[in-house]
């Protein structure tokens, strides 16, 4: 069994900066792929970025690529989604999840665990 916990978001102007981070408990987060999905009123969970179980693959949304930077430390469990630039169309609801696969996945289908979330609000 793993536990989510998301936490950092806030309010903030557009051209700001946020640092979202998701705490895990349980042993598989170290073997697991982790996933950010963010969900706006009225639309669909879309995904946000991805990191493999080792740190050494990302991939991102066309819309956040070289503004958004996903990293992980294993020994502290611990995901983050640094988030650089942000637009207003960023504002919604962002989701941590886990893949205890490993592999890095795009379908947020593909995830077993998710946290709670945590709200991003840009205002313009």
């Known amino acids: 069994q793993v536990q989510l916990v998301e936490s950092g978001g806030g309010l903030v102007q557009a051209g700001g900066s946020l640092r979202l981070s998701c705490a895990s408990s349980?042993?598989?987060?170290?073997?697991?792929?982790m996933g950010w999905f963010r969900q706006a009123p009225g639309k669909e969970r879309e995904f946000v970025a991805t990191?493999?179980?080792?740190?050494?693959?990302?991939y991102y949304a066309y819309s956040v690529k070289g503004r958004f930077t996903i990293s992980r430390d294993n020994a502290k469990n611990t995901v983050w989604l640094q988030m650089n630039s942000l637009k207003p169309e960023d504002t919604a609801v962002y989701y941590c999840?886990?893949?205890?696969?490993?592999?890095?996945?795009?379908?947020?289908?593909?995830?077993?665990?998710w946290g709670q979330g945590t709200q991003v609000t840009v205002s313009s």
């Open positions: 999840a886990a893949d205890t696969r490993g592999a890095i996945v795009t379908g947020p289908n593909e995830y077993e665990y």
């Open positions: 349980g042993r598989t987060f170290r073997r697991s792929a």
């Open positions: 990191i493999s179980w080792s740190g050494g693959s990302t």
